[in-house]
């Protein structure tokens, strides 16, 4: 279990260690899980972005005295568009992870809206559903099993 826990920390600083060494803009925030909708893997997640590339990923953990999750979603940003004013589309397949204490692992595809409510690139919003496909989970291959995940959150463009 402590090998778990330590893996799920360098993986983390890993992942936060990416807009670093990376020269394009980045953004960074959270996202909450709309639990009537199916939620996230995790309740809350981190997520971030590089500007000009077209994956997101969101990376949430669960610790306590006696369990420890981790939630991993990794999306791609296959289409996205200008809507109107302040508000953008994107849309695309992706992948969610959910472990140790009950395996999860699937497909998404999420539907999403970015919104810029100060009309600049500071600070976006998002709004997001992902109808999804658990392809295995704890008690072996699992298909079909359909999800529906949802989500609201925000990042920080630096």
């Not at 949430?60 to 005295?65: D, E, F, S």
């Not at 981790?70 to 397949?93: E, N, R």
């Amino acid at each position: 279990m402590k090998s778990g826990k330590l893996l799920c920390v360098l993986l983390l600083l890993a992942v936060i260690s990416v807009p670093a060494v990376v020269s394009q803009s980045f953004g960074i925030g959270a996202e909450y899980g709309i639990p009537a909708l199916g939620g996230l893997p995790q309740n809350a997640m981190l997520t971030f972005k590089v500007s000009e590339v077209p994956f997101v990923v969101g990376i949430g953990m669960q610790l306590g005295q006696s369990n420890f999750n981790l939630g991993l979603t990794l999306d791609w940003w296959l289409h996205h568009q200008h809507l109107v004013g302040i508000i953008d589309l994107y849309a695309g397949p992706g992948l969610y992870l959910m472990l140790p204490s009950s395996f999860i692992l699937g497909g998404r595809i999420p539907v999403g809206l970015r919104i810029w409510p100060l009309g600049s690139s500071l600070l976006e919003v998002f709004l997001e559903i992902a109808p999804g496909l658990t392809f295995i989970d704890s008690s072996g291959v699992n298909i079909p099993n359909f999800t529906l995940q949802a989500a609201v959150g925000f990042r920080f463009w630096f």
